[in-house]
């Protein structure tokens, strides 16, 4: 079967043909995927793609990196569910909080939004509050407490806000704006709020980057009105730096979520945070968490194969070189007006807009121009996400060859664009 044949057949097995929407975006139908390797994908067809979506950035080392592989190889000859801890639980949690300030304690799960779910009720549980606050455009992940107002998929799709949430958790959910620190002391000061829950770095709605004294600011009014700060460093962590956004930006939170990249490409999902806080999770306290799949060995091993090579810096030097020239060369070649915004291996390029501060500028940029970009360069065998509410990522499978390819492809495509 060819993709085409598959898509035919998918439509008929899956709503709108997928398991996860932002597949779907891929148009006129997606391509199915057979093999990565690096920096590329091949698909059915042997069509090979370089890949900047990287799974949607769990895979900061390239596709199927033998130094992971091999270990992940050596678990299965072992077993892979055991329903009793294993070693690889203590090895992946001592790794997360030797490098994430904030980690003392650790409860692993499947998913980030299994991690933000967990998280939010712990602060709740913790707080003996209802109400969080988020921030407009933040994907928290496909639970009802953060779709309200999401970024991603839910943005991309027109669904921000979900069918299906009920107006009683809505009303929970108090929500501003990236970077409006006035409007968080304003929610703070007239609700009772739980917990902040924040993108510290928004990956979501295209990248946007704290300003100056937002984050700091969050961090003391937080303080102030006793309310818990949660960094959701599912897309950050172990990718700005080794230690996440907090380190990068030296601001602590008190539970931090994390995800992608601390599985190396397998489910997971992690609420870390000061021990006080996480030892209210069952059966330590009374906020209860479970799950079958929890700590399992394949996610705890792969996870610690990749941030062993993290640990060797190679990684963010190549995969961060990779981005920074991408980004130049882009400033260099847009003749049309245009935003970048860039940090470490992530950034994101907004159309027809000159500053983008915020979810509402991310709304306001030329998502049409983006997509012919997208799909042009997918002509060209370059797959960035299909979605403007997404994050193009660069890995340490991203050296100087793929990233030159890259460049010659984008003088092409842009050239034929303008
Ligand atoms: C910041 C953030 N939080 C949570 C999630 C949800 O993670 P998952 O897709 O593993 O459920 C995502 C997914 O991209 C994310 O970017
Ligand atoms: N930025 C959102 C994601 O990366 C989640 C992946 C997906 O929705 O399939």
């Given at each position: 079967m060819n993709s085409e044949e598959m898509w035919a057949q998918a439509k008929q097995l899956f709503a709108g043909g997928v398991n996860s929407p932002v597949r779907a975006a891929v148009k006129p139908f997606p391509f199915y995927v057979e093999r990565g390797k690096g920096a590329y994908i091949y698909t059915v067809e042997g069509k090979k793609f370089i890949d900047y979506v990287l799974g949607y950035g769990p895979l900061i080392l390239g596709h199927s990196p033998e130094s992971v592989k091999r270990k992940i190889v050596e678990q299965l000859e072992k077993g892979w569910l055991f329903g009793t801890p294993s070693e690889l639980e203590i090895k992946l949690a001592k790794k997360i909080s030797s490098h994430i300030p904030s980690a003392q304690k650790i409860r692993f799960v499947n998913s980030g939004t299994e991690a933000t779910m967990a998280a939010i009720r712990l602060a709740r549980g913790y707080t003996k509050r209802s109400k969080i606050l988020k921030f407009s455009g933040n994907y928290h992940g496909a639970h009802d407490y953060a779709l309200v107002e999401a970024g991603s998929a839910a943005t991309e799709y027109n669904v921000a806000t979900s069918d299906g949430v009920p107006i009683e958790i809505i009303k929970t959910v108090e929500v501003c704006e990236f970077n409006d620190l006035d409007c968080v002391d304003k929610k703070l000061r007239n609700e009772d709020i739980a917990t902040v829950i924040l993108e510290p770095i928004m990956g979501n709605a295209g990248v946007i980057l704290p300003e100056k004294d937002f984050l700091s600011g969050v961090r003391e009014l937080t303080k102030s009105y006793n309310s818990l700060l949660i960094f959701d460093e599912v897309i950050t962590g172990f990718r700005?730096?080794?230690?996440?956004a907090q380190s990068y930006y030296q601001i602590y939170p008190d539970i931090t979520t994390l995800g992608k990249i601390i599985g190396g490409g397998f489910p997971i999902g992690a609420v870390a945070g000061k021990a006080e806080i996480v030892d209210n999770f069952t059966p330590a306290g009374k906020v209860f968490n479970a799950g079958t799949f929890n700590a399992n060995p394949i996610s705890m091993i792969a996870g610690i194969a990749t941030i062993e090579e993290l640990e060797k810096e190679y990684p963010y030097d190549i995969a961060n070189k990779a981005a920074k020239t991408l980004v130049e060369e882009l400033e260099r070649l847009l003749k049309i007006k245009h935003t970048i915004n860039h940090v470490g291996s992530m950034f994101q390029v907004f159309f027809g807009i000159d500053k983008v501060r915020n979810y509402s500028d991310a709304k306001r940029a030329d998502k049409e121009y983006y997509i012919k970009f997208h799909e042009r360069l997918l002509k060209e065998g370059v797959f960035i996400?299909?979605?403007?509410y997404e994050t193009i990522f660069t890995s340490a499978s991203h050296k100087d060859d793929v990233v030159n390819d890259t460049i010659d492809k984008l003088v092409k495509v842009i050239g034929e664009l303008s």
């Open positions: 700005i730096n080794i230690g996440g996400p299909p979605s403007q």
